[in-house]
């Protein structure tokens, strides 16, 4: 079946620290990845996504590499604001169409 | 992008009424919705998907007849929680499936708590 595994929060750093977080999956067929976040109380936003293999999502600072050999999809940040502690989460998505989230993970920023 | 509004945000109900929760795709008409539930610090369980003018598909471990799911036009699905419990207390999410153009856009969410 499909599922992804992600990184365990939850996860804590000082303003303009350098953020990962790890997502890696397993599917059936060829997946596209995808990574949400949800600030607290809210529903989930779409960060980024890809597609295909090597792609790389990319959306307001945050970025992702489409890593087939590895069948991951982690999720970096070079410079994290206090803006972006929220909770984020690892999907996919294969034929379908329905989305398989990971466990999500907690992030706080510190100013 | 697909705009998913979803009402009402927060509802508090004593046990044994029912509960329903909307939601609505403003400017995407949606053939596909989808229910989530959430339960605090962990991730969204996938409990149903609302076909418009059919029955809805649900999935495994959830009762039909607890979360009736009604989705009767291309922009309304509204999830029912019959006879609530405390143990139905959680965040309940929609999301629309917009397609290649607009991919999944989700509900803000409803807070549901049973007393």
């Known amino acids: 079946g499909n599922s992804v595994t992600q990184m365990e929060g939850p996860v804590t750093l000082s303003e303009e620290a350098f953020l990962t977080i790890n997502c890696t999956y397993t599917?059936?067929?060829?997946?596209?990845l995808f990574w949400y976040v949800q600030y607290p109380g809210e529903g989930l936003q779409l960060l980024l996504k890809a597609t295909k293999a090597d792609d790389k999502g990319s959306n307001k600072g945050f970025e992702a590499t489409y890593r087939k050999e590895t069948t991951s999809f982690h999720l970096e940040k070079g410079s994290v604001q206090v803006s972006d502690s929220a909770v984020y989460f690892c999907?996919?998505?294969?034929?379908?169409?329905?989305?398989?989230f990971g466990a999500g993970t907690t992030v706080t920023v510190r100013a | 992008g697909a705009v998913v509004s979803q009402h009402p945000s927060w509802v508090i109900c004593k046990s044994g009424t029912s509960v329903k929760i909307e939601c609505r795709s403003l400017d995407f008409q949606a053939t596909t919705m989808f229910w989530y539930r959430q339960f605090p610090k962990q991730s969204l369980m996938l409990m149903a998907t609302s076909n418009e003018g059919s029955k809805a598909t649900y999935e495994q471990g959830v009762e039909k007849d607890k979360f009736l799911i009604n989705h009767a036009s291309l922009t309304l699905s509204t999830l029912t929680v019959t006879s609530a419990h405390p143990e139905d207390s959680s965040f309940y999410i929609c999301s629309v499936n917009g397609g290649q153009a607009y991919g999944y856009t989700f509900g803000s969410g409803t807070r549901l708590t049973v007393v």
């Open positions: 999907a996919l998505r294969v034929n379908d169409y329905k989305l398989s």
């Open positions: 599917a059936t067929g060829y997946p596209s």
